[in-house]
Every structure is written in structure tokens, then in C-alpha cells.
T-cell receptor
């Protein structure tokens, strides 16, 4: 079974450039999460969607970050313009809202370096 | 927001030793989860706990949901080199809220 698929796996970009990270959740999952991982702050929830609708974006650092989920099988996280402090691993995760299905499954992450 | 205090931050142990790590919170959670992250990979679920007092094993791993519902621990018995990685606890306040993660315990196993 395919898990959560993220792309790109690695990206190095120059400060000021636009970065777009992509995610395909597990088929049938109706929750999608974007997390950011850094050494200092650990895993931070940026935003999550339920049935393609953004539910809570309070974790999005600032207006430079935006996320969309145009359909049940695709989501993007965009950073424009990027800054060096955005360097981190960005994880997409999905889950199924069943009574005991409140576990989430992570993708392998997108490793972003902004220079 | 909610915070989970996970300890220790890091551990260096000899192969064959047992490992214990824990997670505490000021809030009551109705679900506790333990994840492991291998280098260069995303976190993978190890054990899920749904009831206060629940004790669950997964091979050499054992986790417990604290009776107060404010803590959980994970034990690894007879550690091996492939146990190396970062272990995260995560808690959920209710079925409609996202998980809150601890900052992780980085485990190193010396052969």
C-alpha cells in the first residue's frame, strides 16, 4: 500500500525564491497535516485540513507561508519568499477519522535548505 | 498551546541494555502515541494507547498510558543497534484535535 508521498525529498534554494512542497495523502484519509521539524523546536504543526478544508492554520509562521488542498489526493505548502530560517524538514501526514483511527501516518519529509 | 515534556533529551547506551523514556503533560490526554524516526525518514508509529492504565507491547517495546492520563512511558528491552533514532511521544486531547508532539528522545546504541 502506498503511504504518504511527498516531493521533493530535498531542495536547496536561494533566499527570496518561491518554494512549493507537495503531498499526496493515503487514499481514503480525510485529514491532512503539515508539520515542520527543526532541532530547536521539534515537530510543529503548521496547518491541517479535514475533507480538503483548512481547519486550523494557527501554526503557520507568517504570511509568507500558505497551504492549499484542492482535492482529496493533493496538497501544497508554499513559501514565498523563502528565508534561511525556513530551512527545516517539512512533513506531510494523513489520518482517517475512525473511532480508533486517530493515528497519523507521515511521509518521508521534504528537506529544505534556503541559502 | 499544549506542551509535552519528554525526557531524557538524549541517551547513549550499550547494546543489550534496557531503555526507559517518558512524557508528561499538564493536560489530560485521551490518547498517547509513540513514534520512532530513523535518520532521514519520517516518524513511524510504534504503539498507540487509548485507555488510562493500558499497557501495550510491540516486540521489545512496551508502553503505558499513565493512570492520571497526564503521562506515558516507553521501555525498550535488550537494545540493539537498529534501535538508534529519535523517539517521539504524542498526545491527543480529543478525537477532533490534532496530535501534540514531544521534542523527542535521541537514542544512540553503542555496540
Amino acid at each position: 500500500d502506498a503511504g504518504v508521498i511527498q516531493s521533493p525529498r530535498h531542495e536547496v534554494t536561494e533566499m527570496g525564491q518561491e518554494v512549493t512542497l507537495r503531498c499526496k495523502p493515503i487514499s481514503g484519509h480525510d485529514y491532512l497535516f503539515w508539520y515542520r521539524q527543526t532541532m530547536m523546536r521539534g515537530l510543529e504543526l503548521l496547518i491541517y485540513f479535514n475533507n480538503n478544508v483548512p481547519i486550523d492554520d494557527s501554526g503557520m509562521p507568517e504570511d509568507r507561508f500558505s497551504a492549499k488542498m484542492p482535492n482529496a489526493s493533493f496538497s501544497t505548502l508554499k513559501i514565498q519568499p523563502s528565508e534561511p530560517r525556513d530551512s527545516a524538514v517539512y512533513f506531510c501526514a494523513s489520518s482517517s477519522h475512525a473511532p480508533l483511527g486517530n493515528t497519523i501516518y507521515f511521509g518521508e519529509g521534504s528537506w529544505l535548505t534556503v541559502v | 498551546g499544549q506542551q509535552l515534556n519528554q525526557s531524557p533529551q538524549s541517551m547513549f547506551i550499550q547494546e543489550g541494555e534496557d531503555v526507559s523514556m517518558n512524557c508528561t503533560s499538564s493536560s489530560i490526554f485521551n490518547t498517547w502515541l509513540w513514534y520512532k524516526q530513523d535518520p532521514g525518514e519520517g516518524p513511524v508509529l510504534l504503539i498507540a494507547l487509548y485507555k488510562a492504565g493500558e499497557l501495550t507491547s510491540n516486540g521489545r517495546l512496551t508502553a503505558q498510558f499513565g493512570i492520571t492520563r497526564k503521562d506515558s512511558f516507553l521501555n525498550i528491552s535488550a537494545s540493539i543497534p537498529s534501535d538508534v533514532g529519535i523517539y517521539f511521544c504524542a498526545g491527543q486531547l480529543s478525537g477532533n484535535t490534532p496530535l501534540v508532539f514531544g521534542k523527542g528522545t535521541r537514542l544512540s546504541v553503542i555496540a
